[in-house]
């Protein structure tokens, strides 16, 4: 076929969940209150840091930057998929989809990389106690925050601007709920070699060295404690790092099954079913792990809420009753 035949494609059609008719309605009022979830949950972590003294410190710092981009993450998937599923028309514009791919990789990859300058803070929390301060300085937070940002931005304007470069003149239907990359390579009816090799080595080396960056700081936790063992100790690192280990184990763990152990037998529901833990579940649950089980958040939520209740009018009696 030449080129003049071929049929330009301006739009995609997303698939979406594989969902009967009858039970869609239902599936998305859970969808709804999952992403409902997600964003008070991570706004309200936000909040409550922006707003007590008392978390005015590094961890915090990354924390709020993780809840933001937690928050926007969902939102890059969430309210398409749930305007598809209420809609008979489940298309996306190119140019909506190369931005949709855009910003996917780019909270996703800023999610990895702040999970990895959270598990350096712990690190030197630990093993470094005295000296803390004046590692983590602000000045030091904030570049490696900006490092992350700019990190991130490059790697999503790579991927972006080599599927700009591609044709797609065939199948325009994506089996997936979000602009994959993976699925628009197939569409493709260009050579997709260079896109393919950067994924390996560029994706690969995103996912894989924050990976072994948190696990070597890790590492040295774990050795730090063992070389004075006592159980103030064990129980000092495991409220202090437990909340960070849950959330990367939710994180990697669904993206190197999905992405680095790949299977032929992967079918596309099972692929689409995964993709949904880390881009809808992961960000409505961190907020759950960072406050349940964090004594700092807990007691900042119960004074912000005694606050608003006094700023109300209700708080007086409240006082009154608790003495």
Known sequence: MTGRNQTVVSEFLLLGLPIEAEHRSLF??????VYLSTVLGNLLIMVLICLDAHLHTPMYFFLSNLSFSDLCFSSVTMPKLLQNMQSQ???????????????????????????????????V???????????????????LVVLCW???TLHAMLHTLLTARLCFCGDNV??????????????SCSDTGVNVLVIFIIGGLIVVVPFLLILVSYALIFSSILKAPSAKGFCKAFST???????????????????????????????????????????????????????????????????????????????????
């Open 28 to 33: 998305c009022a859970l969808f709804l209150a």
């Open 241 to 323: 790092c437990g909340s960070h280990l849950s959330v990367v184990s939710l994180f990697y763990g669904t993206v190197i099954a999905l992405y680095l152990c790949p299977s032929a037998k992967n079918s596309t529901v099972k692929e689409t079913v995964m993709a949904m833990m880390y881009t809808v579940v992961t960000p409505m649950l961190n907020p759950f792990i960072y406050s349940l089980r964090n004594r700092d958040m807990k007691g900042a939520l119960g004074r912000f809420c005694l606050s608003l209740l006094v700023n109300l009018g209700f708080g007086h009696n409240f006082v009154k009753h608790t003495h």
């Open 89 to 123: 028309d489940p298309s996306i514009p190119y140019a909506g989809c190369l931005t949709q791919m855009y910003f996917f990789f780019f909270f996703g990859d800023l999610e990895s990389f702040l999970l990895v300058a959270m598990a350096y803070d712990r690190y």
């Open 150 to 152: 700019l990190l991130t």
């Open 125 to 143: 929390a630990i093993c470094f106690p005295l000296r803390y301060t004046t590692i983590m300085s602000p000045k030091l937070c904030l570049s």
């Open 174 to 187: 994506i089996p997936h709920f979000f602009c994959d990359l993976s699925a628009l390579l197939k569409l």
